[in-house]
């Protein structure tokens, strides 16, 4: 019996090519993406000390972000639906110049105390620069499998989490599937990432919460319960952009005039707040993970407040805003299902963003890598029910895998069943 085949030689040869393209890509996404989150770290710290005078050049940063779009990404695919498309092959290639729009756009934001966070930046920043990578050698698909692998890359530079920027690049842009030929480039270019990113400084605050649970049958449905709950508020999150959207599309069909009325709008509502609300909500998660001060409102604001922003044309990201949102509506609302304000608020962490985002292993290695190993088995239930409540709606515009029907998990056994060897061939 032959050990080796020409195939599998060749198979063998192609995944060793890609873990050293992954690495190379994702040092070079590390470096781009650690400046970047630091200049993001150095903006709102600036803006939070003069936040009464800055939020007032909201409505210009608006304006200017149309703008920016409106003369240079004219033609040119922009935004998570286009990344997307672009790893599947359905549409024009992710262009390199996408990078310029992320830092322009996300650091003005940040700067003037937008409610925006950093994610979709760094991640069309990965995949424009993964991308790039991916056209500029001969390899089989490695256009689409870089782009996936820059997807990874900038998602660990940014938060520290290489497993969870994994398994988020290989299942966020088909629904119910694995981008498996993607898996080997994925894992060297989030690990290159998140090394070159450290050397930068850049820090990722982790935190080790308790998570010493007496598993029982009362405590499985009420870990199960809040996971739904946790499931509700991302589909909330999810109606809400959409209809934000097409709400004040409808009432100002003009981006600019758009842009710089709801700018001063919102600045005006942040003002308000007392810039409670503004930038990546990382005041709100130090509150809600620590037993600070936390409102029964704070997680449903801070929603409304970023679906808003990214609704009318500025420029950032959703999840850590998320991140902030799950965490004050664990803090508020474990006390209801009997499960500790602290950690139910780092569940909530990690469920309303997989919620939102209709991604299930993500948060579940999210919430491990952020709180300690001790938080998998009752992070896996409630990881699980708020992939379940969200009742299969995205923030991103994804595509269903044909192979499961469009029903997620809840396919029949038989298309489970088929759909297994069709993933692993891939």
């Known amino acids: 019996m032959r050990v080796f085949d020409a195939k599998?030689?060749?198979?063998?040869?192609?995944?060793?090519?890609?873990a050293l393209l992954g690495a190379l890509s994702g040092a070079v996404i590390g470096l781009v993406c650690g400046v970047f989150g630091k200049g993001i770290d150095a903006l709102s710290a600036f803006e939070t000390s003069r936040f009464s005078l800055y939020v007032w050049f909201l409505p210009a940063v608006g304006l200017l972000t149309a703008a920016m779009l409106r003369v240079f990404a004219k033609n040119s695919?922009?935004?998570?639906?286009?990344?997307?498309?672009?790893?599947r092959g359905e549409g024009e290639d992710f262009p390199l110049r996408n990078v310029a729009f992320q830092f322009a756009g996300t650091w003005g934001a940040h700067l003037f105390c937008a409610s925006v966070g950093r994610e979709g930046a760094g991640v069309q920043i990965g995949a424009a620069i993964g991308g790039c990578f991916g056209r500029a050698v001969p390899l089989r698909d490695a256009p689409h499998v870089l782009l996936v692998a820059g997807m990874a890359a900038g998602f660990s530079a940014l938060f520290g989490t290489p497993v969870c920027a994994l398994f988020f690049a290989l299942e966020v842009t088909v629904v119910g599937k694995l981008r498996l030929r993607a898996f080997t480039a994925s894992l060297f270019s989030s690990y290159a990432a998140l090394f070159v990113a450290n050397l930068l400084g850049v820090t990722h605050i982790l935190e080790h919460t308790s998570f010493e649970f007496t598993m029982s049958v009362s405590l499985f449905l009420r870990l199960f319960g809040f996971g739904a709950l946790c499931?509700?508020?991302?589909?909330?999150?999810?109606?809400?952009?959409?209809?934000?959207a097409k709400f004040f599309s409808f009432c100002c069909p003009n981006s600019y005039v758009r842009a710089a009325v709801c700018g001063l709008l919102l600045a005006c509502l942040l003002f308000v707040s007392g810039g409670r609300y503004s930038g990546l909500g990382t005041n709100l998660i130090q509150e809600a993970v620590s037993g600070g001060t936390v409102y029964a409102w704070d997680w449903v604001v801070k929603l409304l407040f970023t679906a808003t922003f990214l609704s009318v044309g500025f420029v950032g990201g959703e999840v850590t805003t998320l991140f902030a949102a799950g965490a004050c509506l664990g803090a508020v609302a474990g006390e209801l299902f009997g499960i500790p304000a602290e950690a139910a608020a780092c569940l909530g962490y990690a469920a309303l963003f997989g919620a939102a985002t209709n991604t299930l292993l993500a948060p579940l290695f999210l919430g491990t890598e952020m709180f300690g190993g001790s938080a998998l088995p009752v992070m896996a239930i409630v990881c699980l029910a708020a992939y379940l409540f969200n009742f299969g709606h995205s923030v991103y515009k994804q595509s269903i895998s044909e192979s499961l029907g469009g029903q997620g998990l809840l396919a029949t056994e038989k298309q489970r069943v088929l759909h297994l060897p069709h993933t692993l061939r891939r």
């Open 77 to 87: 695919p922009t935004g998570m639906g286009a990344v997307f498309k672009a790893s």
């Open 231 to 244: 499931g509700l508020a991302g589909l909330f999150f999810c109606l809400a952009r959409k209809y934000i």
């Open 8 to 18: 599998g030689l060749a198979a063998f040869g192609e995944q060793i090519a890609y």
